[in-house]
């Protein structure tokens, strides 16, 4: 039986208004994504991949196309229906992490969930569930400044999966980490994508991460020239 798409775009564009240039950073951008892909966005800075991204990621909306995650066009959704799809369906780890630290791991995996109305008992049970699946279990106390950076993008992903989305984006999550750790956190994505069937999409420059998906589509001046 063929697999579902969880992520379609139809003829995307996107045109930033510069005054007196306007700039054409997504130009009629066509792909899909089945359930439980692993696909690798690569490109030149410029190209649109970091665009696109930001446009699934329900951040912005496009200047004219669609964009269907699990069979739902989002493409003229308000901002605060964006927010949904985005707090329900969408899950992000960055190359920065973007970790709290004033708070401690288990409350960085928490956050999240105080928008969904859980219990505090039930919002430590299930980010320990997590921290314990990225191998964090005995770090759950310690700040963003106690950790190392693998350990940083460790949390950063449980952070990630705690309201179970259907769709991992993941920007340059190795860019900040040495290549054992980024070879880490690679086997983990991995792990996410055939072991939980995580649909995941990567943002790299780096062809050695990208060799982790099944595909790799290829950005240049706003265009696909590979998928």
Known sequence: MEMQDSLVLEDLWKIYDMGEVKVEAARGVNFNVKKGEFVAIMGPSGSGKSTVMHLIGCL???TRGNIIIDNENISEHSSNKLASIRNSKIGFVFQQFNLINSLTSLENVELPLLFQGLSKNNREKKAKELLN??????????LPSQLSGGERQRVAIARALVNDPEIILAD???GMLDSKTGKDIMDLLAYLNKEKGKTILIVTHD??????????????DGEIIEK
């Open 60 to 62: 912005d909306n496009p």
């Open 172 to 174: 340059e999550p190795t």
């Open 133 to 142: 699946l990225v191998s964090l279990g005995n770090r759950l106390n310690n």
């Open 207 to 220: 062809i050695n991460v990208a060799k982790y998906a099944r595909r790799t589509i290829r950005f240049k």
